[in-house]
């Protein structure tokens, strides 16, 4: 019963995290993470340079700290990853019910 009470309030601290995200290309980049994507795919789909997506992972790697969020989870395989995806027109859409 505790775990599902931890992880519940764990959700709950990165919902309210991701509301604060105001950049758009952040919040998509943050979204991608948490699906198990790789820089490498980030990169494509975004189509960033590799030195914006260095400033965007250092600022959400400061935010995460400062909130107090604390990444405790392995990543996701790529198996797992292409099973759950979801076509591109929708992530911005699902970015804030994806916590």
Known sequence: ???RQSDSYRCQIVRQF???INDET???TCFLYMRGF???EILR?????QQQLRNIKDQLAFDLIKAGIQNT???ISA???RSESEPECCLAENVSDSA
């Open 1 to 3: 019963m505790e775990q």
């Open 18 to 20: 991701l509301l604060t």
């Open 26 to 28: 952040t919040r998509l």
């Open 38 to 40: 790789q820089d490498s």
């Open 45 to 49: 789909a975004l189509h960033l340079p």
């Open 73 to 75: 989870e392995q990543p």
């Open 79 to 81: 198996q797992e990853r």
